[in-house]
């Protein structure tokens, strides 16, 4: 579990500054993107890891694809909800935006 702990914490380190370089980098190239937003139901507050993790995986995945493509123009808000293990609930914030 402690291993687990050590591991979230080294991605969200590294999304962190992946995710500060990208937008700095993004600002600084073109200031007329245009943003679509996609929206994304994650168990996030249950004790596993999983949720987290995956988001994690989303942004840095989303960062890397911008930092690597920097010349385009459409860019992806996440926008990030919580089902906290209700499915129901989950298909309900889908229907929200």
Same mark, same amino acid.
């Given at each position: 579990?402690? +291993?687990?702990?050590? %591991?979230?914490? @080294?991605?969200?380190?590294?999304?962190?500054?992946?995710?500060?370089?990208?937008?700095?980098l993004?600002q600084?190239?073109?200031?007329?993107? %245009?943003?679509? +937003?996609?929206?994304?139901?994650?168990?996030?507050?249950?004790?596993?890891?999983?949720?987290?993790?995956? $988001?994690?995986?989303?942004?840095?995945?989303?960062?890397? @694809?911008?930092?690597? *493509?920097? *010349?385009?123009?459409?860019? %992806?808000? $996440?926008?990030?909800?919580d089902? *906290?293990?209700?499915?129901?609930?989950?298909?309900? *914030?889908?229907?929200?935006?």
């Open positions: 579990m402690k +291993k687990d702990n050590l %591991i979230l914490k @080294f991605m969200v380190t590294c999304w962190c500054l992946v995710n500060l370089l990208g937008g700095i993004a600084s190239k073109n200031e007329s993107n %245009i943003v679509v +937003k996609v929206g994304a139901v994650i168990d996030i507050s249950s004790n596993e890891t999983v949720g987290k993790i995956g $988001l994690s995986c989303i942004n840095m995945s989303l960062s890397d @694809f911008y930092l690597s *493509h920097s *010349h385009y123009k459409t860019r %992806i808000q $996440l926008i990030v909800r089902s *906290h293990r209700d499915v129901v609930a989950a298909a309900a *914030h889908g229907n929200s935006y």
